[in-house]
C-alpha cells in the first residue's frame, strides 16, 4: 500500500514486531481524537518491538494530507481510497483497530476508539506476544 507521502508500506517487511494496523477517516470525530493519542503511544513504544500503521479509509490523500498537516503522526499514513483493505480486513466501523503480532497474525481487533494513553506499551507486547496458545480477541462497542 501507498502511504500518503507516497511511499510504499509492506505488512510482511514488519514481520518480528507487533503492528497496531489503525482504520481511522478525517471525518470521523472520535478518529480525529484518537489519532493524537496514537502518536502519543507512538512516542512511548520501543520502535524495535512495535510498530503503527494507520490506514485511511475512503478518502482522497489531499484530504488526508491537510489533516495531518494539523495533526502530524510519526508513523505511516496509508491509503485506502477503494476500501480494498478495509474489506479484505473486515473493516465495517471507524476506527477499528487489529493488533497483529510477531508473526504477523490477527490477535485483537477492537471496532471502536481505544484509550492509549492508559495503556502501557509493556501490556501491549504481554497481551499480543505473551499469549502462546494464539487466541484471538475481538472486542466490539
Known amino acids: ?3 500518503v507521502d507516497a511511499r510504499t508500506v509492506d505488512l510482511q517487511s514488519l514481520h518480528g514486531q507487533i503492528v497496531i494496523v489503525h482504520f481511522f477517516a478525517t471525518w470521523c470525530e472520535p478518529c480525529r481524537e484518537e489519532l493524537p493519542a496514537l502518536q502519543r503511544l507512538a512516542a512511548r513504544l520501543d520502535p ?3 510498530k503503527i500503521i494507520a490506514i485511511s ?3 482522497v490523500g489531499l484530504r488526508v494530507q491537510r489533516f495531518l498537516e494539523a495533526t502530524p503522526v510519526s508513523f505511516p499514513v496509508l491509503l485506502d481510497q477503494d476500501r480494498a ?3 479484505a480486513w ?3 466501523t471507524l476506527p477499528s483497530t487489529v493488533i497483529i503480532d510477531s508473526g504477523l497474525r490477527p490477535r485483537l481487533m477492537v471496532e471502536h476508539d481505544i484509550f492509549w494513553d492508559r495503556l502501557d506499551p509493556r501490556q501491549i507486547v ?6 502462546p496458545s494464539g487466541n484471538d480477541a ?3 462497542h
Not at 126 to 131: A, C
Open 1 to 3: 500500500m501507498q502511504s
Open 48 to 50: 524495535r518491538s512495535v
Open 57 to 59: 479509509v475512503a478518502e
Open 85 to 87: 483493505v478495509a474489506k
Open 90 to 92: 473486515n473493516i465495517s
Open 126 to 131: 504481554e497481551m499480543i506476544d505473551g499469549d
Open 138 to 140: 475481538t472486542t466490539k
